[in-house]
Nanobody, 122 residues
Framework: VQLQAFGGGLVQAGGSLRLSCAAS????????MGWFRQAPGKEREFVAA???????YYADSVKGRFTISRDNAKNTVYLQMNSLKPEDTAVYYCAATRINYSGDTDTDYEYWGQGTQVTVSS
C-alpha cells in the first residue's frame, strides 16, 4: 500500500484546510486509516482515525473542529480541519493499518504517507 498525502498549506488562525490521502491497492476499504501529526521538537501524535465500518475517533485537542472521512470508491481518506489554531501547525501524516480498531497508536500502522505541512499563523 502506498499513501500520498496532500492539501497542506499556510492558513490564518480560524481558517480551514482539507487534507487528502490517496491510497494505492485493493485493500483500502478493509483498513483503518489514521491521521497523525508532528510539530517541531515534539513527538508524533494521533489526530483522527476512521475504521472500515466508518466509525471515527479523534484526539481531544481536535474534537469538534476536525472531521475524518473516507471514500472507498476513490481510495481516499480526508481530514477536514476547521477553526484552525497556531498549535495545529505540524507535518500531517496519513497511515493505514489492517487492525480494525480506534487507531490511536502509531506503532500499529504498517503504511505511512510522506506528510504534508500545515502552518497556521496567528
Amino acid at each position: 500500500v502506498q499513501l500520498q498525502a496532500f492539501g497542506g498549506g499556510l492558513v490564518q488562525a480560524g481558517g480551514s484546510l482539507r487534507l487528502s490521502c490517496a491510497a494505492s491497492g485493493r485493500t483500502f476499504s478493509s483498513r483503518t486509516m489514521g491521521w497523525f501529526r508532528q510539530a517541531p521538537g515534539k513527538e508524533r501524535e494521533f489526530v483522527a482515525a476512521i475504521r472500515r465500518s466508518g466509525g471515527t475517533y479523534y484526539a481531544d485537542s481536535v474534537k469538534g473542529r476536525f472531521t475524518i472521512s473516507r471514500d472507498n470508491a476513490k481510495n481516499t481518506v480526508y481530514l477536514q480541519m476547521n477553526s484552525l489554531k497556531p498549535e495545529d501547525t505540524a507535518v500531517y501524516y496519513c497511515a493505514a493499518t489492517r487492525i480494525n480498531y480506534s487507531g490511536d497508536t502509531d506503532t500499529d500502522y504498517e503504511y505511512w504517507g510522506q506528510g504534508t505541512q500545515v502552518t497556521v499563523s496567528s
